[in-house]
């Protein structure tokens, strides 16, 4: 069986009208990541970066900062939207390598997020899909039904043209049909 990833890209494929529907629906997910997991790992990577910066402070001043600094991070954890902590994750692990396992915690509970947002959203975009599909397959239709009926009325018109040539020559045998 495909994986919802391949049923996604095979969709965006054959309709490339849900782009902007998916791109609402990740925009939406990825500014706020609900999942309790991901909103305390990214507490976890901002305190250790505060702490990792600390400076040498005496011991008395060392407890006042680090209990600010946690409560700083804590803040800064809640104010950033999650797509720009996650953008400058990487960054974050180049200048602090010790903080890559909490970046790896952080990053299996965006992609968890992810994965179930997909579970969630895509009967919702197969159904955008299939009215997608049923609006092309009805204008398909017109196309083909106005298309026949521009036929029939051209070929109404030439037997008609017709019939009015045969009557003209009937009506005076010494008539020579004109033709445009």
Same mark, same amino acid.
């Given at each position: 069986?495909?994986?919802?990833?391949?049923?996604?890209?095979?969709?965006?494929? =054959?309709?490339?009208?849900?782009?902007?529907?998916?791109?609402?629906?990740?925009?939406?997910?990825?500014?706020?990541?609900?999942?309790?997991?991901?909103?305390?790992?990214?507490?976890?990577?901002?305190?250790?970066?505060?702490?990792?910066?600390?400076?040498?402070?005496?011991?008395?001043?060392?407890?006042?900062?680090?209990?600010?600094?946690?409560?700083?991070?804590?803040?800064?954890?809640?104010?950033?939207?999650?797509?720009?902590?996650?953008?400058?994750?990487?960054?974050?692990?180049?200048?602090?390598?010790?903080?890559?396992? =909490?970046?790896?915690?952080?990053?299996?509970?965006?992609?968890?997020? =992810?994965?179930? =947002?997909?579970?969630?959203?895509?009967?919702?975009?197969?159904?955008?899909?299939?009215?997608?599909?049923?609006?092309?397959?009805?204008?398909?239709?017109?196309?083909?039904?106005?298309?026949?009926?521009?036929?029939?009325?051209?070929?109404?018109?030439?037997?008609?043209?017709?019939?009015?040539?045969?009557?003209?020559?009937?009506?005076?045998?010494?008539?020579?049909?004109?033709?445009?």
């Amino acid at each position: 069986m495909a994986s919802d990833s391949t049923i996604l890209v095979n969709l965006l494929a =054959l309709f490339p009208e849900l782009h902007k529907e998916l791109d609402l629906t990740f925009e939406d997910a990825v500014g706020r990541i609900t999942k309790p997991g991901f909103q305390h790992s990214k507490e976890r990577v901002l305190i250790a970066e505060v702490l990792f910066n600390k400076p040498d402070l005496a011991e008395n001043d060392q407890r006042e900062w680090t209990l600010g600094s946690i409560n700083e991070a804590v803040q800064r954890s809640k104010d950033i939207q999650d797509w720009v902590f996650l953008a400058a994750l990487q960054e974050k692990v180049s200048r602090e390598p010790l903080l890559k396992q =909490l970046a790896q915690d952080v990053v299996v509970e965006a992609h968890a997020h =992810l994965q179930e =947002l997909m579970r969630e959203q895509l009967p919702r975009l197969y159904s955008h899909a299939h009215n997608i599909k049923q609006k092309r397959m009805y204008h398909q239709i017109e196309v083909e039904a106005n298309d026949q009926d521009q036929k029939r009325r051209r070929s109404s018109r030439n037997v008609l043209f017709n019939e009015i040539k045969v009557a003209q020559a009937q009506a005076n045998p010494g008539y020579v049909p004109y033709c445009l």
